[in-house]
């Protein structure tokens, strides 16, 4: 068995982390999913979806977690979203900066899509995005949420609130400060994950409208995707060979490059241009893997630890405990729970 691996960009992990207050141990936690607490935040840098629920799912134990994407969600600007977050400023209108979400999100994060849907008097922002509703898959999902909303008052001429809010999960034990930050009425065990927006909204002229500007960042982003496109389909099928060769054990760069079809030399290149190295690679490969199967019953630590590409269980432990702050065993017990 093969399991999915998404990503996000790591902006929203520090995000999160940052918002979670000197209650949690910010430098192990970014640590936890392979960033480097010191380093400047690089937007183009990510983080796999599972390990970022992880984290969060970490916090949860640490401190009550029911203000933190809501805290999380609003400490978002337009800025730190790079030429997204300048072509959402210069569209001319509300409308028009969603749509642009609607297109280059996957710049962002590939286990999200966005989708504009016509309703009565507004418009329906969906939030797709599939896998078990996990606590992190929750807690990332109300942050996405609440992102939206603060980067559209940050645009928005008139204070903008959001008609209604739904959520697919369940509601917090406490759901008073959510309604006071969107400002509307917050369905919880929705049949979706939506901001309904009026049509007055979304046709309000943004502060920053200016057509050349958005004509000059759409030709960026189109290029950039395109781009991403291509390095993400080298990285995804990297890391399809990676954990597929891992019951063998470790595999060799020349033998991934082999079913590559390219030269060592090219594969090192090409994983260098965008910060990558195999070896990086395949450690990121090994912890999504790990962190997917123990997510699920069907395997046990001895079975996961052989899938991964350990000799010994010990070894598989260790290094677990070296990527999460936790044990395998205590790990699943941990996801049994929620």
């Known amino acids: 068995m093969l399991v999915a691996m998404g990503a996000v960009t790591s902006l929203f992990v520090r995000k999160m982390v940052a918002a979670a207050g000197p209650e949690v141990d910010s430098a192990h936690l970014l640590r936890s999913v392979g960033l480097d607490p010191e380093a400047s935040a690089d937007p183009k840098a990510m983080v796999a979806d599972t390990a970022y629920y992880g984290l969060l799912e970490q916090i949860a134990e640490q401190t009550d977690v029911t203000r933190l994407p ?52 507004g418009m329906w922002f969906f939030l797709h995005r599939s896998g078990a509703r996990r606590l992190g898959l929750r807690l990332s999902n109300e942050a996405t949420m609440a992102s939206a909303v603060a980067i559209s008052r940050e645009v928005s001429p ?34 979706r994950d939506a901001l309904l927006i009026a049509d007055d909204a979304l046709a309000q002229r943004n502060r920053l409208g200016d057509e050349a500007i958005t004509q000059f960042l759409l030709g960026h982003l189109v290029q950039e995707l395109a781009e991403l496109e291509e390095d993400r389909s080298l990285t995804d099928r990297t890391k399809t060979i990676i954990a597929r060769a891992l019951s063998e054990g470790l595999p060799k760069m020349d033998e991934v490059a082999r079913r590559l079809g390219m030269s060592v030399r090219s594969l090192h290149r ?54 999460q702050g936790a044990t395998p065993a205590s790990f699943r017990r941990g996801q049994k729970r929620r």
Do not use: N
């Open 70 to 121: 809501l805290r999380g969600g609003a400490s978002m600007r337009c800025d730190d979203y790079g030429a997204l977050g300048l072509a959402w400023k210069a569209a001319p209108d509300l409308l028009g900066s969603y749509r642009r979400v609607e297109r280059f999100a996957r710049i962002w994060t590939d286990v999200v899509e966005y989708e504009l849907r016509r309703a009565e008097g």
């Open 158 to 191: 008139v204070p903008f609130t959001p008609l209604e809010v739904h959520f697919r999960h369940p509601a917090p034990r406490k759901t008073a400060h959510h309604i006071d930050y969107f400002g509307c009425d917050v369905v919880f065990e929705s049949d």
């Open 270 to 323: 090409r994983l260098a241009e965008h910060g990558m190295s195999f070896q990086s690679l395949t450690e990121d490969t090994r912890r999504e893997l790990a962190i997917g199967l123990l997510s699920e019953e069907d395997y046990s630590i001895a079975e996961i630890a052989f899938l991964t590409g350990f000799s010994e269980q010990s070894a598989f432990t260790r290094a677990f405990k070296r990527w």
